[in-house]
């Protein structure tokens, strides 16, 4: 399998990938409809919420967290988890964009 040129992309497609490739698994998906749907930082267990052993859960946050997606804070002995609001916010423009420039003309195959 080849490598990927990621080189030959702007930083743009490049960012909106990695966002879209993090968020591209159904358990990051649950987690992150948790998280806004607490419309606070999730400083509890998510592994009972969700019904995932915990290192599967700090495996998939990190991956949130690495996309700029959330974003964590220490607190005692636990980490806190947010939505991280300009990137969650240029996330939605960047798509809202991709999704806006097409137009069925009903031309195509």
Request: a neutral charge.
């Amino acid at each position: 399998m080849g490598i990927t040129k990621t080189e030959i992309f702007t930083d743009e497609q490049n960012k909106l990938a990695v966002q879209l490739k993090a968020i591209a698994h159904p358990a990051r998906i649950a987690i992150l409809q948790h998280i806004i749907a607490a419309k606070a930082c999730i400083c509890g267990d998510l592994a009972d919420e969700l019904g995932l052993a915990q290192p599967t859960i700090s495996q998939h946050l990190k991956e949130l967290k690495n996309a700029g997606l959330i974003q964590g804070t220490i607190e005692g002995v636990s980490v806190c988890y947010c939505i991280e609001p300009k990137a969650w916010a240029n996330l939605q423009k960047e798509l809202n964009v991709l999704f806006s420039s097409y137009k069925d003309l009903n031309s195509c195959c």
